[in-house]
């Protein structure tokens, strides 16, 4: 007698807490749980910045999957999706066959939104994974390593796309990074130029006007220029061409300025806006019975009315961590029971080591204090994939 | 009343040994001594292959100059020589004001020599300095960061130009390097290329065939390719074309086949061949007094009918001593009283940190004898440089 097999599409923070909370509540009997994603290991996309500007080496910011699942319970495949057949039921991969499913969870992640700027793809970086932010480290190391030689100052001038949290975030930690860069490459720190550009009328949009002055202060006050409401137009070999003309050289461009969903699920047929499935209320995909979306594929909206949430790993995560619960129920032959409710925790973004800014709760936080909190943050995190032990081999405070 | 104004052009070996001995023998009455360098500091050059492989940091091999001269005795002008009017005795500097002499030691080093072949200049690094060796690291790693996207060997194939002495230390060095390298960017150790082009019928020419054996029998084990006996033609943005037409794609290629002479002297007037000034046997260039060539920009002869001594650290030290005793007598109004001679107290090439290979009077060492004799070598310039004091603060075993 075969048991409904669920395939799990991702290893992100949707992915993992929907496969290790399938994996508590169903036996062995009554379901196969399989766990598809293209890395053996999960990153820890909030801690990216900091490999991508040199703070911290990126082995920090990834865990092996098979160190922190129960390999009796959950099978675990590292290939790379290429494709969803949803009428067939059949997942595409690309060096394993393909697999065959009942219940298909889609935790698969976003891709950079370009908003149609040209050149931005060819010629910019992307804090997107692991991948990406070696690439961007070490093309800003040969950029500031040639310097001495060369002398041209868009070698050392750094172009940021984006001043929302993670534009703000990788700032911040470029900030902490050049002392030491300079040092290295025998480069005066006040020529370095690091250049944050942003097309809303304000740093953080959608943030407290408070907290986002003590951000730009702070951020200003090392040295950062920012420019708002000013998009960017092309990107270019040499730097970025701003509306109206302007033109910046800058060797380094980083581009932050927005995600949309993993490009397998437009091509699956899902309906999408900015390839985000507008999952229903049990995150199921409209139109389809037994195929889930979470995590930056989805879409939740908080009602009717309004704009959706912003896409996060504590959506994510609160999505995963529900399906875990009440997919469960449905394998069994039950229904779900309570629809999914998004609770938004809080948030703090990061500027720096030393730094942040933040709101938990009703409270607003700043400097050391909300370091701290984010630190705890990652910690908790940690702490759900892997336990203590996880916690004591892979924290930092 | 004014006294003699001795100028000493590179703060290299040689010309380090030279500041120094002069500063020794002669009081502040007798002599002004000012040293010039374009550099605040002087750099190991025996050690640059393991910045350029990433082994270890480029602060290794470098020393600050005032931190090693005594500042009363020896002016330290921090400057780059643009020019050498013999016959008006000025030394022209690009920031400062231009330097009068009465006696002048050159000691200006070398730069590559690319026996014409074509786009060698622009398409290759040479281990030359720190500015080239972190330039050569950064790039590799940049390169390497980009195999797992792109997965084109090019970006993970290094070829070495020149089998000599430079050529097979870094190629050592990058042996012990790549594991390391390959775990961090998730690259097989299998999939590198370290590729080994020599124009010469055999690697380290030269040297005892004994020990070429055992230098290549060790490299061949860590996958290094040696290609003998084949001269390169040309060079260009994606590799290297040898000779009958073979191309290898590399995105990094590392010349290190032959140096020759800094310009300024050939651009002096001074009479040279491949750059470097025929000395004569008090180390005087050809045809003009109380003007002394050392180091890799001179050219000394065992006898008259034998080949040039090849440009070492060790020839430079040795010439800079003799500077330092002998030119002192020629201030005080004597003469010079003994000429030069070169003493070759043996030759050790490292293959990476834990073997190497040499000849020490005439006894052959390997592997970790070498290794070590080879650490003792650099320190004891260290010691020369700094005394005890140095080699605690910069020594490494
Ligand atoms: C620098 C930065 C800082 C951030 N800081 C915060 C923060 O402080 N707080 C917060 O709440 N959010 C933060 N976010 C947003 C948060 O990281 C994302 O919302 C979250 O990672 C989305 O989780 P997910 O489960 O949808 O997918 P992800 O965590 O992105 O995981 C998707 C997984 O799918 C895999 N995958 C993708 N395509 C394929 C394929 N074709 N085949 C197989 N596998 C595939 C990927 O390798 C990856 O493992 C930050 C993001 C960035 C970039
Ligand atoms: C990787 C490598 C390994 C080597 N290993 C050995 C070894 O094991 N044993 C050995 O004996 N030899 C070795 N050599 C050779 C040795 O390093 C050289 O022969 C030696 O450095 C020459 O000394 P020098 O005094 O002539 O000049 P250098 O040591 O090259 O110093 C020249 C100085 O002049 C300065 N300078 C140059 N141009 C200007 C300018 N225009 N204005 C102002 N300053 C200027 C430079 O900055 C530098 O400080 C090695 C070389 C390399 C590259």
Same mark, same amino acid.
């Given at each position: 007698?075969?048991?409904?097999?669920?395939?799990?599409?991702?290893?992100?923070?949707?992915?993992?807490?929907?496969?290790?909370?399938?994996?508590?509540?169903?036996?062995?009997?009554?379901?196969?749980?399989?766990?598809?994603?293209?890395?053996?290991?999960?990153?820890?996309?909030?801690?990216?910045?900091?490999?991508?500007?040199?703070?911290?080496?990126?082995?920090?910011?990834?865990?092996?999957?098979?160190?922190?699942?129960?390999?009796?319970?959950?099978?675990?495949?590292?290939?790379?999706?290429?494709?969803?057949? @949803?009428? *067939? *039921?059949?997942?595409?991969?690309?060096?394993?066959?393909?697999?065959?499913?009942?219940?298909?969870?889609?935790? @698969?992640?976003?891709?950079?939104?370009?908003?149609?700027?040209?050149?931005?793809?060819?010629?910019?970086?992307?804090? +997107?994974? $692991?991948?990406?932010?070696? #690439?961007?480290?070490?093309?800003? /190391?040969?950029?500031?390593?040639?310097?001495?030689?060369?002398?041209?100052?868009?070698?050392?001038?750094?172009?940021?796309? %984006?001043?929302?949290?993670?534009?703000? /975030?990788?700032?911040?930690?470029?900030?902490?990074?050049?002392? &030491? @860069?300079?040092?290295?490459?025998?480069?005066?720190?006040?020529?370095?130029?690091?250049?944050?550009?942003?097309?809303?009328?304000?740093?953080?949009?959608?943030?407290?006007?408070?907290?986002?002055?003590?951000?730009?202060?702070?951020? /200003?006050? *090392?040295?950062?220029?920012?420019?708002?409401?000013?998009? #960017?137009?092309?990107?270019?070999?040499?730097?970025? $061409?701003?509306?109206?003309?302007?033109?910046?050289? =800058?060797?380094?461009?980083?581009?932050?300025?927005?995600? +949309?969903?993993?490009?397998?699920?437009?091509?699956?047929?899902?309906?999408?806006?900015?390839?985000?499935?507008?999952?229903?209320?049990?995150?199921? =995909?409209?139109?389809?019975?037994?195929?889930?979306?979470?995590?930056?594929?989805?879409?939740?909206?908080?009602?009717?009315?309004?704009?959706?949430?912003?896409?996060?790993?504590?959506?994510?995560?609160?999505?995963?961590?529900?399906?875990?619960? &009440?997919?469960?129920?449905?394998?069994?032959?039950?229904?779900? /029971?309570?629809?999914?409710?998004?609770?938004?925790? %809080?948030?703090? =973004?990061?500027?720096?080591?030393?730094?942040?800014?933040?709101?938990?709760?009703?409270?607003?936080?700043?400097?050391?204090?909300?370091?701290?909190? *984010?630190?705890?943050?990652?910690? +908790?995190?940690?702490?759900?994939?892997?336990?203590?032990? @996880?916690?004591?081999?892979?924290?930092?405070?």
């Amino acid at each position: 007698m075969s048991v409904p097999r669920i395939v799990i599409l991702g290893a992100g923070y949707g992915g993992l807490m929907a496969a290790k909370g399938l994996a508590k509540e169903l036996n062995e009997n009554e379901a196969d749980i399989t766990l598809v994603n293209q890395n053996g290991y999960h990153y820890i996309t909030t801690k990216l910045h900091e490999p991508a500007a040199g703070t911290a080496h990126h082995d920090h910011a990834r865990i092996s999957i098979p160190s922190i699942i129960d390999s009796n319970r959950i099978k675990f495949v590292r290939d790379c999706v290429t494709g969803i057949h @949803l009428d *067939k *039921k059949v997942v595409q991969l690309k060096n394993n066959d393909s697999l065959l499913y009942d219940y298909l969870v889609i935790g @698969l992640g976003s891709v950079p939104e370009t908003f149609g700027i040209r050149g931005l793809l060819e010629n910019s970086y992307s804090i +997107r994974n $692991i991948n990406s932010v070696r #690439i961007i480290r070490q093309h800003m /190391e040969y950029m500031f390593s040639r310097y001495a030689l060369e002398k041209r100052q868009e070698l050392i001038t750094i172009v940021v796309g %984006g001043a929302g949290f993670t534009g703000i /975030e990788y700032v911040g930690e470029l900030v902490d990074r050049m002392p &030491e @860069l300079c040092h290295d490459y025998d480069i005066p720190l006040e020529k370095v130029r690091i250049i944050n550009i942003e097309a809303a009328p304000s740093v953080l949009p959608g943030f407290d006007q408070e907290l986002v002055d003590y951000a730009v202060k702070y951020l /200003e006050s *090392k040295g950062v220029e920012f420019i708002v409401n000013t998009p #960017i137009e092309e990107c270019t070999e040499d730097g970025v $061409i701003l509306k109206g003309g302007r033109e910046i050289k =800058a060797a380094t461009v980083v581009w932050t300025g927005g995600v +949309r969903g993993n490009k397998l699920v437009e091509d699956s047929g899902i309906e999408t806006m900015r390839g985000r499935a507008k999952v229903d209320r049990y995150l199921q =995909a409209p139109g389809y019975d037994q195929i889930y979306v979470i995590g930056d594929c989805s879409l939740v909206f908080p009602d009717e009315n309004s704009r959706p949430y912003p896409p996060t790993a504590q959506m994510s995560m609160q999505q995963g961590k529900y399906l875990g619960r &009440e997919l469960a129920k449905v394998v069994r032959g039950g229904k779900m /029971e309570q629809p999914f409710e998004y609770k938004p925790k %809080g948030t703090v =973004a990061s500027l720096g080591r030393k730094e942040a800014i933040g709101v938990v709760g009703d409270r607003k936080i700043i400097g050391g204090t909300a370091a701290l909190i *984010k630190k705890f943050i990652e910690i +908790r995190w940690l702490f759900l994939l892997g336990g203590v032990s @996880l916690v004591l081999r892979k924290g930092t405070l």
